[in-house]
């Protein structure tokens, strides 16, 4: 006889919500089955509605709260809701790093059992102002009636929200967009349709060095050649005189990534400055930069500080980037080695390190694995390895290779608590876990970043 599902489509039901998810999500359980409700809080009791149904889990959404929690708060930001960018604002900002922390705690649980309870997880470092921190807008452009919209899809949907004001970005950012924004409308220049991929305007990016002052505007558009285009450089010029450089970037295909491969500079430089603790980086328009560079401080510190060097250590920077981990390490290093597998990123990283005369730097172009590999067959090891994946976490093949070339130290600083825990599921087995210090980069929203310390057994 075959099982009665014991949840439906469109159910209401009571639930007490137990933790928070790794997208900030409250989590419930329903006849032994997970429920995800967006918005509910840890201690809460509430009534929900079913809005999507699996085999073993659930979504739903909140009805009515019966028990409110005490850290809850009216998020605001007028568009919240509807928006998406942020999942957090509806709790206290002392309770999102309480939150942040418990979300690293779940994830060893589930996949380093036994070793989890030994793991000190320190408390969040958070911000002081928790807001108006990012330095770079994305917003895309579209013109579905009358005026021209910028700002982000709606959550789930294809519906595009006009963001005048935006509270976690740096405000020049959203000025400048709104300014650019008007004189597009006003030009009555064509702007981009993801239907009929007619148009010319896509995407208005904005990026501001915070301790610079310097902006760089970048306009995304279809093609290189399009009306009144002379005019537009010479209106937008005139918006604000941070703005040092005003770049054009042409995507011409279906996608959802923001950038193409060809850049032409219409007016001023080609880079913004921008500068972390001592250390300063020319950034061009598709260059990858920390979105929090006053949290960046910290974690880099965070990360100098697990590593504690006395001057006579090897270092390898994996995923290096343009460098700026081991450029932050290099003074205290008897010697920094590099690697990437992005050729620009190289070509950056080396300039740099000539830039602050550092002459015991070595960056090459390839994997982590290959030169690790490599290196230990003529005799290099590194006393501390630091590592920097993408939110999928270490290649299994770079994982493999730590275990078997066996650096003194690996430092993991992680954007994703899952994959941390999966990555520590194998690299425990030669390696022990000192700590992992949270650092909150992106307040207001269910991200957290980490720094852990790992010592060869």
Known sequence: MAQQPT????????LSIKKLGINGEGIGYYKRNVVFVKGALPGEEIYAELIKVNRNFAEAK????????????IPPCQIYDECGGCQLQHMTYSYQLTAKRDVIVQALHKYVKSEAKHIPIRPTIGMENP????NKSQFQ???PSKHVLAGLYSENSHKLLDIDECLVQFPITTKITNATKKIIDDLNIPIYNDHSMKGIIRTIVVRAGIRTGEVQLVLITTRKDFPKKELLIEKLKQINPAIVSIVQNINEDKTSLIFGNRSIILAGKET???????LAFDLSARAFFQLNPQQTVHLYNQIKKAAALTGKETIVDAYCGVGTIGLWLAKDAKE??????????????KENAKKYGFKHTTYVTGTAEKWLDIWQKEGFIPDVLTVDPPRTGLAPSLIKTILKVKPKKVV???????????????????????YIQPVDMFPQTAHVESVSLLTLK
Request: charged share 25%; proline share 4%.
């Open 7 to 14: 949840m439906t489509l469109g159910q209401k039901i009571p």
């Open 62 to 73: 909140i009805v009515k709260i019966h028990k409110k929690s005490k850290v809850r708060q």
């Open 131 to 134: 807001w108006r921190y990012r």
């Open 141 to 143: 452009v579209r013109k």
């Open 272 to 278: 913004i400055h921008e500068q972390l603790g001592e």
């Open 336 to 349: 920094v080695r590099g690697m990437d597998i992005i050729p620009e990123s190289i070509h950056d990283a």
């Open 412 to 434: 993991y600083t992680s954007c994703n608590p899952s994959t941390l825990a999966k990555d520590l599921q194998l690299l425990t087995s030669n390696y022990h876990v000192d």
